[in-house]
Every structure is written in structure tokens, then in C-alpha cells.
């Protein structure tokens, strides 16, 4: 509820163009033309555009905005927190005041709606601003290929997404989001995740054509659209639609949001819900009371009306999005964390488990080479020679806009070692895939003519799988299962002491023009491997000791070794225990697959699909859990999480998935992130907790009262008066700060032992309500005066006080702030004071209300005295350790 809308932003309605028809072609006009005829039409070539004509191309068509969360105006935001189901709840009920003609319950219940939607409205407006102002941090670029002038060679450089233009020539790596729609000019084992336009969860082969197959195909294998993004591969495209043109925006207005059901959603959603159900019930259950008891007809209509938007906690939205926009600002001010969504404040706070993967988050990700070593274990510099040719071929032929750090790493310690990848020659790449685990390249050997050599190197298991020999001292000998797992064996002697192993393999093959695929990849000849090391993340070990004692249950799931992985575990104080990997979970799924999970920290060559099936399976197993990630591999995790957190220097398309950005290269952050979240939900908890346990202490009494007295306990415009003053008290709650009790574990508000609290102590509420008739009765017969007016004034002093008292004690955390007291006593002793002289002042007979006599002022703090006392037992009992 506190979530804003998201929507493409252009800026501009898409409609009829100045620019000439050629220039400008939807993605999937020119789908059917080869790729020279749609350079031609859009006036581009391979080499890009020139920066002055791109210059005057985003002039003429605008921004390319990617579907970013625009702001509403305030019309349509007024109109927005209309629909909000409390608000339509109280003007249904305004409806039937008006239909039998109580206009007094209407125009109050009027004035309660409009001072609700303008507090809403101004508070999003508020939340909008410093969302944007967040995300702003986290913008998102495109490596974009473009020429200085005419006559200059192409130069790739960053831009920021928003300055892409119709004709621009783009490179697409892995983790990059799809800009704009795209047109395919050549790809190299090129998959992207489109799952926010078609649904579909896994990634889909994309190629260039050069003839393109038939027109109108829903899902064309070499087109690129805006809003998907790259899973494996690389490419480079044509940019055929921008910003309002391209299909993702016209899909994404249809869609909105896709996210799953939050723990957010969950508890808050929740409760809200139930509340709804509940005062629908109101009104007839009243009625038909009213009428089975006393024989009263419709005319106790208005009243039970009153009684049903006395239980509406209007300021419900206010509050939330005050609470987490609020929350969200400090954090970013002083925590270093951007929170993008801000229910996913909540959901941090709620978070029981966390699941991180390790290269690159607990990690430093800057892997450097320590040795390289043949099969049989014996240092050989050939090895390292051969996975730089790989290196260098698979990052050369296949354009990935930046060198992944492995690949890094190895051309670095190869070119120390005075190796030339470059006396080879490059014919074909099979970039990395993580779900292969494994990259490959394909070369000619200086003099060896009519041969083609395969280098393949990645993950040992996987690269073992394909090979039939093993080569040590020049000579080949065959592997079979026992030699297998016998260097399986030492490559997890070697993972022991923290090493990232890649295997080496290569394969001599007859020359061929036809393209190579995965299944050509076998048969191959191990050479060895090569070891590196990366160092553990400075801060981690540090940011593990916060979240185990704030009470985050960890999970590492990793797509490296077992072994590197257990390791990276001990350094940094965390007990590895069992380490299972993916495979073996594979037939595991739902509730069993959360089950075999439960015990274990590791999960080992995890594919990216394995650890959103796991995450989801903790989530399904009703555990509110988040991910910290970084790479492409991460990307479907953090999308099934409850809260997507990455880190700054993440992937575009983990960074742009993610709920929340951890914007320093402190993991320590996290901490920070949770502890925050947690005073949120306290706030947000202490908010509910005594705003719904008074509100059904009133209902109850009121009804009960209804029942025994000849009169109406309460006029529906007092009711709706006191109303109006609990709100606004009760707008202090986004303003306060709870205890650090609340630090102490995760804060997820269930909404089943929720409503059994606000049932105990609207019980007690309405006791001291029926003791307060009670003290009334006595004191009116010793003064012998009375009257509904003392009766109504009397019942209004003491709600007001009460639901001060149920402020002051159900809320955790000290009651003054440096000194001076918090938002929560002020209000408190605000409401106190209301309570006491409104039924005084000039205002109160024209509310129809009569002073009550002193001796009821003193019976009456003799109820409040026993009240307290009831509600600071109940709540050790109910609220163990919250001061
Ligand atoms: N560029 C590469 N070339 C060849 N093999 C690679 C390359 N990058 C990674 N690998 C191999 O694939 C394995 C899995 O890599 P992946 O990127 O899925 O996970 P990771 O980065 O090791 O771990 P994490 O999931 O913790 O980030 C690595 O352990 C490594 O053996
Ligand atoms: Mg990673």
C-alpha cells in the first residue's frame, strides 16, 4: 500500500512524429528486414553513429527512460489513495449515512476521508521524491558504440541508458539490462531472461539472422527487447525503438508490477484484510443486536455506522509510508543503503534467513593466479598458456564489453609470464555460462594447418565430464572413472586451502566453416589446472558477527566448489557443517527441498536457477528470506526473495532487480540495513498494536452499552469526533522511534498472533470502559443529576484518556528523545487534554455534550490507575522485554 505504481516515463505521450518515417521504426516493423536494409532505414551502419547525430536524434525523439517509476501528478495521486480499501470502506459507509439522511455522519465521515487522501497523497508525494532521489544513485548505463566524427574509427563507451538512441549500435555482456528494443547484429552464445515480458523464467537463445524467418512471431530469436536481460553470451544490436516505442513499455502498462506476495504484503496486507472483513461485519451485526435486544429498528443506523469507521484505522497507509519513507531516507543518509521499494524496508527488518553468494560478496572478486599445474599435480606454465588463449579468444570474438575477473586474472598472470595469446588465431567462442559452468574457444594453432583446436576451461567437475584424456609430461593417457575421481579428489585437496580451481582442456579437431555448439565439446584432453586465490571481502567477517547476533539465519549459495566455498566459511567464522551442492538436490522441491536445506550454511555449484528454487522454497516454508548477490547467476534469486539486496558495484541487472543497493563496499552495511528496517516494523508494530486494540476495546463497549442502555452510548458525531482525534495522535507513530529491544530478533508481524493480541487488550479496554459506567452510575446517583449529555461527556473523557494510557504502555522505548519527550507522550498528553475540556469548552454542548460531576473525575482516575496496572501485566505477559 505504501508502494508507488510503477510505469514507463517517456516524458511524452507516444504519438504522431515530426521525424521522417524512416528514421524511427518499431522493433518489430523492421523485424523482417536484413540487417543492412534496417541499417539503411535508420539511417546507421555497423560502426554506430556519430556523437553530433546521436546528439540530434535524442533531441528530436527524447530520453529513453526504461520503465522507471514515474511520479504521478496529484490528481491522479488524490484519486490513487482513494481507492485505498479503507478509504473506500468509509465512503461506502458515508453513502449509506447520506441514503438514510444522516447528513451529520456524512459530512464527518467526508471530512475524514478528504483529510485522509490529502495526508496520503502529500505523504507519497513526500516518499516519491525521495525514492527517485534514491535511485537516482543507482542509475543504470549502456556500453554504446559511436564515432567522434565521419571520418573516426568507432569508440565503445558508457552512457547512461536515457541518452540511447533510434540507430545507436549497443553491446550486450553478461548481467547487462537490454536498454532499448534491439535488432541483432551478430551474438555469440547469446541468452536473455525475459521473464517481465513473456512470464517465461528461463533464458531464450537469441542470434543474429541475416534472412529473418517469418514476420508477426511473438517472440523473434533476433530481436532484443527493452526490460529483458543478458543471462549468458554477448552480442551487439542495432537500436530499433526507444523509450514510449518500444514493446516492453507498451507491455509493461499492461502487466505493472509483477512481484509475488512479500512478507510485506503478508503481515500488513494482512491484518489490513482481515480488519476490512471485519468492519464490513459491523453495521448489520449492530443492527440486527440492536434490534434482537431492544426492538430497534433502522434508525440505529447512523450509529452503527460510527461504530464501523470507529474501528477503520484510516491513518493505516499515512503511517506505513511516512514510517518507511522516513526509514529509507535516514538509512540512505547515514547507513549507506538505497532502499528502491519501500515496503522491502519491512521485509529487511522481517528477515529471518539470508542468503548470499560468495564470489564477489563475501569475496573481493579480484582473483589472482598462484599456480598452474598438470594432471598428475606438477607446476606447468603450459597450462596457464593455454587458458589464456581461451581467455583471450572466447573476451575477442564474442565483444563482451568487459572481461570477466577470472578471465582477467588468467591473461594477467599469462602476461607476466610473457605468453601471446595472439600467436593463435580465434575462429569461433563459446562464452561463459554459468549454467555450463564452462567457457570455450576455438583456435588455429600457428602451423598446424587444416586443424582446429578446442580450449575449453572452467568448473573441474564439469570440464573432467568432457574429457576421455588426461595429458601429463607430453604423453596422453586415457581417464576413466577411478583416474576421474582421483583428480576430483585433489582438486578438493586444493579447494581446502581456499582455491578457485578451473580445469584445462583442449581437443584437435579437422577444420570446419559450420558453427561450433556445446555438444562439440567433448571428448577433450585434460592439461591441468590452474589455481587462484581471492581474498575475503574485508568487512565480511564483520557483517556475518552482526547478522548472527541479530538473529539472520545465513545461507552461502555459491556455483563454485564445495570446497572453496566450506573454506571461505571457516575464515570468516562460520561454521560450515554439512556442504551440500545442487546436484544433489535436484529431485528436492517444495517443502522438502526447504527441509534438506534447513541444517545446512553451503550450497555448493548452485546454477542460477538452483538458487531461486532454493530461496523460494525457504519462502514457501513460511521463512521470510532475503538474497545478497551480485553476478548474472544471482539474478533469479534475488527476484524470488522477500528483499533483493546487492551490492554497489553489482551487475546492471542485479543492481536494477534488486529491492535494496548496499551503496558502499561495506558488507557491514547489512547490519545497518536490518537494524533499520527493524525500528520501522516497531514503529509500524507499535502503531497497530494500539491503534486496533483500542479501536475494538471502543466497538465492544460501544456495542454493549448499545445493548444495555434506553439511549445510544455515543452520538455517531462524537464517535466520529473522537475519531478524528486518534488519528491525529496517532500520526505520531511515523515519527517515533521504538526501542532497541526490537533489534533483537526478526520483526515479522504475524497476523494471526496479532489478532489474538488486539482481542486481549480491546478486552481489557472494554473492561475499563464498563468500569468507567460503573464509576458514572455512582457518581451521578450521589449527585443526583444526570442526563445523556453527562453520560456522552463522561464516556468521551475517559475513551480519550485511555487510548492515551494505551499509548504511553504498549509502545516500546524510552519516552523522552535528548531530553525532551518523543512524538508518542506528546500526543498522548495532547489527547488527555482534549479528552478533559472539550466536553468543557463552548464546543462541547454543541456535540451534545454536559460537564460530568467532580466526584466521577475522581472515580475516574481510580479506573485509569487500575486500567494501567492491567495493561502493564498483560503486556509483560504479551510483550516480553520490549523496554
Ligand atoms: N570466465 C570463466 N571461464 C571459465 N570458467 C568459469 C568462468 N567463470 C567461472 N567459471 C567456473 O564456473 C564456476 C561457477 O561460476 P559462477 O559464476 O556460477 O559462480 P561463482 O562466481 O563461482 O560463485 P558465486 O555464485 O558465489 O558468485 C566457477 O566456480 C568456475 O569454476
Ligand atoms: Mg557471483
Given at each position: ?11 511524452r ?21 536484413t ?17 553530433a ?20 501528478t ?13 478509504t ?19 459530512c ?40 567522434p566524427d565521419?571520418?573516426a ?27 532499448a ?26 542470434y ?29 544490436g ?23 506476495e ?19 461485519l459491523?453495521p ?19 450509529f452503527?455506522?460510527?461504530?464501523a ?40 527488518g ?13 569475496t ?23 587458458a ?5 579468444w ?18 594477467a ?13 580465434g575462429v ?5 555460462d ?18 582446429h ?35 576430483l ?9 581456499g582455491?578457485r ?12 566453416t ?12 585434460l ?57 544433489a ?6 517443502p522438502a ?37 551480485d ?10 526473495a ?21 551503496a ?9 540495513a ?12 507499535a ?20 445493548l ?26 511515523a ?43 455512582v ?17 468521551f ?25 518523543g ?60 523496554r
Amino acid at each position: 500500500m505504501a508502494e508507488t505504481d510503477a510505469a514507463p516515463g517517456t516524458g511524452r505521450l507516444p504519438g504522431p512524429r515530426e521525424a521522417p518515417a524512416e528514421v524511427t521504426a518499431g522493433a518489430a516493423d523492421g523485424a523482417a528486414l536484413t540487417p543492412l536494409q534496417l541499417m539503411r532505414r535508420l539511417a546507421s551502419g555497423p560502426r554506430g553513429l556519430t556523437e553530433a547525430e546521436a546528439d540530434t536524434r535524442l533531441a528530436r525523439d527524447g530520453e529513453n527512460t526504461v520503465p522507471a517509476w514515474y511520479t504521478p501528478t496529484w490528481p491522479r495521486r488524490f484519486l490513487r489513495s482513494l481507492r485505498d480499501p479503507f478509504t473506500a470502506v468509509l465512503l461506502c459507509l458515508g453513502l449509506v449515512s447520506a441514503a438514510v439522511a444522516s447528513w451529520g455522519t456524512a459530512c464527518v465521515i467526508t471530512v475524514l476521508v478528504g483529510v485522509s487522501c490529502v495526508l496520503r497523497s502529500s505523504g507519497e508525494a513526500h516518499a516519491g521524491r525521495a525514492m527517485a532521489a534514491l535511485r537516482e544513485m543507482v542509475a543504470t548505463t549502456a556500453t554504446v558504440q559511436r564515432r567522434p566524427d565521419d571520418d573516426a574509427a568507432p569508440r565503445a563507451r558508457e552512457i547512461p541508458v536515457e541518452e540511447l538512441v533510434v540507430g545507436d549500435v549497443v553491446r550486450l555482456g553478461p548481467g547487462d539490462l537490454v536498454p532499448a528494443d534491439l535488432r541483432l547484429l551478430r551474438a555469440s552464445g547469446l541468452t536473455v531472461h525475459q521473464a517481465t515480458l513473456t512470464g517465461e523464467s528461463t533464458p531464450v537463445a537469441k542470434y543474429a539472422v541475416d534472412d529473418p524467418p517469418d514476420v508477426g512471431d511473438a517472440d523473434p530469436p533476433h530481436l532484443c527487447f527493452q526490460g529483458s536481460s543478458v543471462a549468458s553470451g554477448s552480442g551487439t544490436g542495432l537500436v530499433v525503438a526507444t523509450g514510449a516505442d518500444t514493446r516492453f513499455a507498451a507491455a509493461y502498462r499492461a502487466l505493472g508490477r509483477r512481484r509475488a506476495e512479500t512478507a510485506f504484503d503478508r503481515s500488513v496486507h494482512g491484518i489490513a484484510w482481515t480488519l476490512i472483513r471485519f468492519m464490513l461485519l459491523t453495521p448489520p451485526l449492530v443492527l440486527m443486536a440492536n434490534a434482537a435486544v431492544r426492538g430497534r429498528g433502522l434508525e440505529t443506523l447512523p450509529f452503527a455506522v460510527a461504530v464501523a469507521v470507529g474501528l477503520t484505522p484510516e491513518m493505516l497507509p499515512v503511517v506505513v509510508t511516512a514510517t518507511l519513507a522516513r526509514g529509507a531516507a535516514r538509512l540512505a543518509a547515514t547507513g549507506g543503503v538505497i532502499v528502491k521499494r519501500l515496503p522491502a524496508l519491512h521485509d529487511l527488518g522481517a528477515m529471518q534467513v539470508l542468503c548470499l553468494d560468495k564470489t564477489g560478496t563475501l569475496t573481493q572478486d579480484r582473483p589472482v593466479v598462484e599456480r598452474s599445474v598438470d594432471a598428475r599435480g606438477r607446476p606447468d606454465p603450459g597450462v596457464l598458456r593455454w587458458a589464456a588463449v581461451g581467455s583471450f579468444w572466447t573476451l575477442e570474438l564474442a565483444e563482451l564489453p568487459a572481461p570477466d575477473t577470472l578471465d582477467e586474472a588468467v591473461l594477467a598472470a599469462a602476461d607476466e609470464a610473457g605468453a601471446d595469446p595472439l600467436a593463435h588465431d580465434g575462429v569461433a567462442a563459446l562464452p561463459f555460462d554459468p549454467v555450463r559452468r564452462l567457457a570455450a574457444a576455438v583456435v588455429r594453432r600457428p602451423g598446424a594447418l587444416g586443424v582446429h583446436t578446442l580450449v575449453v576451461k572452467g568448473a573441474a567437475e564439469d570440464v573432467l565430464a568432457r574429457c576421455a584424456r588426461a595429458r601429463s609430461d607430453g604423453a596422453d593417457t586415457a581417464l576413466d572413472d577411478a583416474e576421474r575421481a582421483r583428480l576430483l579428489d585433489t582438486v578438493a585437496r586444493e579447494t581446502d586451502e581456499g582455491l578457485r580451481l578451473l580445469a584445462v582442456a583442449v581437443a584437435d579437431r579437422p577444420a570446419r566453416t559450420g558453427e561450433y555448439r556445446e555438444c562439440d565439446l567433448r571428448g577433450l584432453t585434460l592439461l591441468g589446472f590452474v589455481a587462484l586465490r581471492d581474498a575475503l571481502a574485508p568487512t565480511a567477517a564483520d557483517a556475518l558477527g552482526v547478522l548472527a547476533r541479530r538473529g539472520v539465519r545465513v545461507k552461502i549459495l555459491t556455483g563454485d566448489h564445495p570446497g572453496t566455498a566450506a573454506r571461505a566459511c571457516r575464515d570468516l567464522g562460520l561454521d560450515p557443517g554439512e556442504v551440500l551442492t545442487a546436484g544433489a538436490l535436484a529431485q528436492l522441491d517444495g517443502p522438502a527441498l526447504a527441509a534438506a536445506v534447513d541444517g545446512a550454511t553451503v550450497v555448493a555449484r548452485c546454477a542460477p536457477a538452483d538458487k531461486a528454487r532454493i530461496v523460494a522454497a525457504l519462502r514457501g516454508a513460511g521463512q521470510v528470506t532475503g538474497f545478497l548477490g551480485d553476478g548474472v547467476n544471482d539474478v533469479p534469486a534475488l527476484h524470488a526473495a522477500d528483499v533483493g539486496i546487492t551490492p554497489r558495484g553489482a551487475v546492471t541487472v542485479a543492481r536494477e532487480g534488486a529491492d535494496v543497493v548496499l551503496a558502499e563496499k561495506d558488507l557491514t552495511a547489512i547490519g545497518r540495513a536490518v537494524a533499520a528496517g527493524r525500528y520501522s516494523s516497531g514503529s509500524l508494530a507499535a502503531y497497530l498494536r494500539i491503534t486496533l486494540s483500542s479501536n475494538l476495546g471502543n466497538v465492544l463497549a460501544m456495542l454493549g452499552a448499545g445493548l444495555l442502555l434506553s439511549f445510544l452510548p455515543m452520538l455517531p458525531a462524537q464517535v466520529l469526533v473522537q475519531n478524528l482525534c486518534f488519528d491525529a495522535a496517532q500520526l505520531a507513530f511515523a515519527l517515533d522511534r521504538p526501542g532497541d529491544g526490537v533489534l533483537r530478533g526478526p520483526a515479522a508481524l504475524r497476523p494471526r498472533a496479532f489478532l489474538r493480541f488486539i482481542t486481549v487488550f480491546g478486552l481489557i479496554n472494554a473492561a475499563a470502559d464498563v468500569a468507567t459506567f460503573a464509576a458514572l452510575a455512582v457518581a451521578l446517583h450521589t449527585a443526583g443529576a444526570g442526563g445523556e449529555e453527562v453520560f456522552h461527556a463522561a464516556w468521551f473523557t475517559e475513551n480519550l484518556f485511555t487510548q492515551a494510557l494505551v499509548m504511553l504502555l504498549l509502545r516500546a522505548g524510552h519516552l523522552t528523545v535528548r531530553g525532551r519527550p518523543g512524538p508518542v507522550p506528546c500526543a498522548a498528553a495532547a489527547l488527555a487534554v482534549i479528552g478533559l475540556l472539550l466536553p468543557l469548552s463552548p464546543l462541547g454542548p454543541a456535540l451534545g455534550l454536559a460537564a460530568p460531576p467532580p466526584l466521577y473525575y475522581a472515580l475516574l482516575a481510580a479506573v485509569l490507575a487500575l486500567y494501567g496496572t492491567a495493561l502493564a501485566a498483560a503486556r509483560r505477559r504479551y510483550l516480553p522485554g520490549t523496554r
